[in-house]
C-alpha cells in the first residue's frame, strides 16, 4: 500500500521538461511586457512633470497679470523686452533660481525630434537663440527659459505651434537628463493676454521632428498617447 501511494503521488509532479518549458514562456512573456510597462510608466511620469511645470508657471502668470496688468508691450505692458518678460516670473515665484549660459541651464544640451532625428545645432537652448532672455531652475529641477521677440509687441506671435503670443516658455520636465526629446521631456508654452497656454491647441502637430502640438495634446488628454 505505501509502495501504491509513492506512484500515485509521484504522477502528480512536473518532469523537468515540463519546468523548463514553463520558464521560458514566463521568460519570453516578461521579455515582451516589461520593456513596454517601463515606458508607460516614464511617460506617465513625463505627464505629471509637465502638468505640475504648467500649474506652477500658470498660476505665476496669472499672478503677474493681476498684480502687473496686462502682458501687451504695445500698450505698456511688463512683456516689453527680453529681460522684463523674464524678470516678472523671478519676482512672482518662489524658490526659483537664474543660471546663464554655460552654468546649468540647459548645459550642453542638444534635443532630439520626436521621430528620433537630431533637432538640429538651432536646438542646443545653452547657447542658440540670441532672443531667450534668461533661463530658470524650478524647485524641483525643471528647467525652464523665456523667449521674448521685439516684433511681438501685438502679442501676435505664432512661432513654436503658438497662436497670437507675447512670448513663449520652453519647459524641460526633468532638468539635463535624458532623453533630451522634443515632445518627451521638453514641452513648449505661449503667454497671451490673459495667461499662460500650452502651445498647438489651435495650430501645430504632434508628430514630425518638433511635434509642437504635443503639450497641448498631452494636457488635454492627461496622457502621452504617441
Not at 124 to 144: E, M, R
Not at 163 to 186: E, H
Request: glycine share 10%; aromatic share 10%.
Amino acid at each position: 500500500m505505501l509502495k501504491n501511494f509513492f506512484v500515485s503521488y509521484s504522477k502528480k509532479g512536473f518532469t523537468l521538461a515540463e519546468v523548463l518549458i514553463t520558464l521560458v514562456i514566463i521568460g519570453v512573456i516578461a521579455a515582451l511586457t516589461i520593456p513596454t510597462v517601463i515606458n508607460n510608466t516614464k511617460k506617465q511620469e513625463y505627464v505629471s512633470r509637465l502638468k505640475k511645470a504648467y500649474s506652477t508657471l500658470a498660476q505665476a502668470t496669472n499672478k503677474i497679470i493681476a498684480e502687473e496688468g496686462n502682458p501687451k508691450a504695445s500698450i505698456g505692458g511688463w512683456c516689453n523686452s527680453r529681460e522684463s518678460m523674464s524678470d516678472m516670473y523671478k519676482k512672482h515665484m518662489q524658490n526659483i533660481k537664474e543660471c546663464g549660459s554655460g552654468s546649468g541651464c540647459f548645459e550642453n544640451i542638444t534635443y532630439r525630434g520626436l521621430n528620433g532625428s537630431d533637432a538640429g545645432a538651432g536646438w542646443n537652448l545653452d547657447t542658440a537663440h540670441s532672443s531667450i532672455s534668461k533661463k530658470f531652475i524650478l524647485a524641483d529641477g525643471t528647467q525652464v527659459l523665456f523667449i521674448y521677440y521685439g516684433d511681438n509687441e501685438s502679442c501676435g506671435g505664432n512661432n513654436w505651434g503658438a497662436q497670437d503670443a507675447c512670448g513663449y516658455i520652453f519647459v524641460d520636465i526633468n532638468g539635463s537628463k535624458g532623453p533630451n526629446t522634443i515632445a518627451r521631456d521638453l514641452f513648449f508654452l505661449e503667454l497671451r493676454e490673459d495667461g499662460l497656454y500650452p502651445t498647438g491647441c489651435e495650430r501645430g502637430s504632434c508628430s514630425g521632428v518638433y511635434a509642437y502640438a504635443c503639450t497641448c495634446k498631452v494636457l488635454r488628454e492627461s496622457a502621452m498617447n504617441y
